[in-house]
């Protein structure tokens, strides 16, 4: 899990609602073009297969909810909302009087805007991707490498690895949320070799017995894990179905028998069998710690750390118990183990109808949960509209006032780099 820490952070922003016609007509002279430092963004949807379906997904919901004129189409899955600056999804900036197309454009025109540490850092880059994901059916097992791998890897096969950033993520629940995490304690998975024969026999004797002999030595039974699972993920085609169908049987049957099948995890066996018959990931699950976190918790995904996600809706930032402080109780810092990203969650009580967003010296991307409010900044020009699903840029050490509207307070969430 992801270490979450609260800051004094004056968070008392205003987002603003994407609306295509924010501004003024287009001007071209590049000293006013640098004064509007916070606008609106328009978001990439990716639509990959295991995304939620339509307005069932919570991509959906932010990207209708935040531009009426989208189309939402039924059947249709609706997985990721990209929000940043990444090649194969650059938003679009929502200000008549910006010239530039793109956010990635625009933040190579104006590399300032980024905060002094971060565009030195980072070399010009935003450093992050913020994503909402809507999970319908898992997504299959990954563990991203780590920086120096990775630029080792984009440099030999650059056509299977692209991209040569390191990934960390964090995952923020918005629904009940459901994943695969990292390795269990090596005692549940002893366990499991024992009471499923299945599992036991794709690991084999050998592993098993090293394993077991590992156990008090933390280095070796780490190294021995790593043997196990690739052991298992290397497996014969022919002799992993042969097993993972016999223990389906099993399962079935005794769960049709009344008998209970958790010894052998089986509620979610059955379930990963019938999204992905005869795949050998459904055997992971007796690896890897099955996570389910409520809105509002979080975790966090390092290099080389195998996971997957398998079902709900979550806030992710990535490389491209939570507190409250005291002194804005608003305001919790989700603190991940890396410099590349932070996100803050913004929560304005009911009762409060105006709050400042704080200044940072670092870019920020703000996406607006719940609420309606009116936004005004100096690095804004006007007054920018923010309802649910509103995307906002906001350049570094610029705050933002909020007069909010909405009867229920609201909650936004903010990306940015602390360096």
Same mark, same amino acid.
């Given at each position: 899990?992801?270490?979450?820490q609260?800051?004094?952070?004056?968070?008392?922003?205003r987002?603003?609602k994407?609306?295509?016609?924010?501004?003024?007509?287009?001007?071209?002279?590049?000293?006013?073009? /640098?004064?509007?430092? *916070?606008?609106?963004?328009?978001?990439?949807?990716?639509n990959?297969a295991?995304?939620k379906?339509?307005?069932?997904?919570?991509?959906?919901?932010?990207?209708v909810?935040?531009d009426p004129?989208?189309v939402?189409?039924?059947?249709k899955?609706?997985?990721?909302?990209?929000m940043?600056?990444?090649?194969?999804g650059d938003?679009?900036?929502?200000?008549?009087?910006?010239?530039?197309t793109?956010?990635g454009?625009w933040?190579?025109?104006?590399? /300032?805007c980024?905060?002094?540490? *971060?565009?030195?850092?980072f070399?010009?880059?935003?450093?992050?991707?913020?994503?909402?994901?809507? *999970?319908?059916?898992?997504?299959?097992?990954?563990?991203?490498?780590?920086?120096?791998?990775?630029?080792?890897?984009?440099?030999?096969?650059p056509?299977?690895?692209p991209?040569?950033?390191? @990934?960390?993520?964090?995952?923020?629940?918005?629904?009940?949320?459901q994943?695969l995490?990292?390795?269990?304690?090596?005692e549940?998975?002893l366990?499991?070799l024992?009471?499923v024969p299945?599992?036991?026999?794709?690991?084999?004797?050998? /592993?098993?017995e090293?394993?077991?002999?590992?156990?008090?030595?933390?280095?070796?039974t780490?190294q021995v894990?790593?043997?196990?699972?690739t052991?298992m993920?290397?497996?014969? @085609?022919k002799?992993f179905?042969?097993?993972?169908?016999?223990?389906?049987?099993?399962v079935?049957?005794?769960?049709a028998?009344?008998?209970?099948?958790?010894?052998s995890n089986?509620?979610?066996?059955?379930r990963?069998?019938?999204?992905?018959?005869?795949?050998?990931?459904?055997?992971?699950?007796?690896?890897?710690?099955q996570?389910?976190?409520?809105?509002?918790?979080?975790?966090?995904?390092?290099?080389?750390?195998p996971?997957a996600?398998?079902?709900?809706d979550?806030?992710?930032?990535?490389a491209?118990?939570d507190?409250t402080?005291a002194?804005?109780?608003?305001?919790s810092?989700y603190?991940?183990?890396?410099?590349?990203?932070?996100?803050?969650?913004i929560?304005?009580? /009911?009762?409060?109808?105006?709050?400042?967003?704080?200044?940072?010296?670092?870019a920020?991307?703000?996406?607006i949960?719940?609420?309606?409010?009116?936004?005004?900044s100096a690095a804004?020009?006007?007054?920018?509209?923010l309802r649910?699903?509103?995307?906002?840029?906001?350049?570094?050490?610029?705050?933002?006032?909020?007069?909010i509207?909405?009867?229920?307070?609201?909650?936004?969430?903010?990306?940015?780099?602390?360096?």
């Amino acid at each position: 899990m992801c270490k979450i820490q609260s800051i004094f952070v004056e968070e008392k922003r205003r987002v603003t609602k994407p609306s295509r016609d924010v501004t003024s007509p287009k001007r071209t002279d590049a000293a006013v073009m /640098a004064e509007v430092r *916070v606008f609106p963004l328009t978001c990439a949807v990716q639509n990959y297969a295991w995304g939620k379906i339509g307005l069932s997904s919570e991509v959906a919901k932010l990207v209708v909810s935040g531009d009426p004129l989208a189309v939402i189409e039924d059947g249709k899955p609706y997985a990721e909302l990209w929000m940043g600056a990444h090649p194969k999804g650059d938003a679009q900036i929502k200000d008549n009087r910006i010239t530039q197309t793109t956010l990635g454009q625009w933040i190579a025109h104006f590399p /300032a805007c980024l905060g002094s540490k *971060v565009k030195d850092t980072f070399q010009g880059q935003l450093p992050f991707l913020f994503k909402v994901l809507s *999970v319908n059916t898992a997504l299959s097992i990954q563990a991203h490498p780590n920086r120096d791998l990775a630029a080792r890897l984009h440099a030999q096969f650059p056509e299977h690895y692209p991209d040569n950033n390191h @990934k960390p993520e964090m995952a923020i629940a918005l629904t009940r949320f459901q994943g695969l995490c990292g390795f269990r304690p090596v005692e549940e998975i002893l366990g499991f070799l024992k009471c499923v024969p299945e599992f036991h026999a794709l690991v084999g004797n050998e /592993a098993a017995e090293e394993l077991r002999c590992s156990v008090g030595d933390v280095v070796r039974t780490s190294q021995v894990l790593k043997k196990c699972f690739t052991r298992m993920m290397n497996c014969e @085609k022919k002799v992993f179905v042969d097993q993972l169908n016999m223990l389906v049987k099993r399962v079935t049957e005794e769960g049709a028998a009344g008998k209970d099948t958790s010894s052998s995890n089986g509620d979610l066996l059955l379930r990963l069998h019938s999204q992905y018959p005869g795949d050998i990931g459904c055997f992971s699950i007796y690896f890897l710690n099955q996570v389910v976190l409520d809105p509002g918790q979080a975790m966090f995904l390092g290099a080389n750390e195998p996971h997957a996600y398998l079902y709900g809706d979550c806030i992710e930032c990535m490389a491209c118990s939570d507190n409250t402080d005291a002194s804005d109780p608003c305001v919790s810092l989700y603190d991940p183990p890396v410099p590349d990203f932070t996100v803050m969650r913004i929560q304005v009580p /009911a009762l409060v109808k105006q709050y400042t967003v704080a200044p940072v010296d670092s870019a920020s991307i703000l996406l607006i949960i719940e609420g309606d409010a009116t936004a005004t900044s100096a690095a804004a020009l006007s007054d920018i509209t923010l309802r649910r699903g509103t995307v906002l840029f906001v350049s570094a050490n610029e705050s933002i006032s909020l007069h909010i509207i909405s009867q229920s307070g609201m909650t936004i969430f903010r990306a940015c780099c602390l360096l």
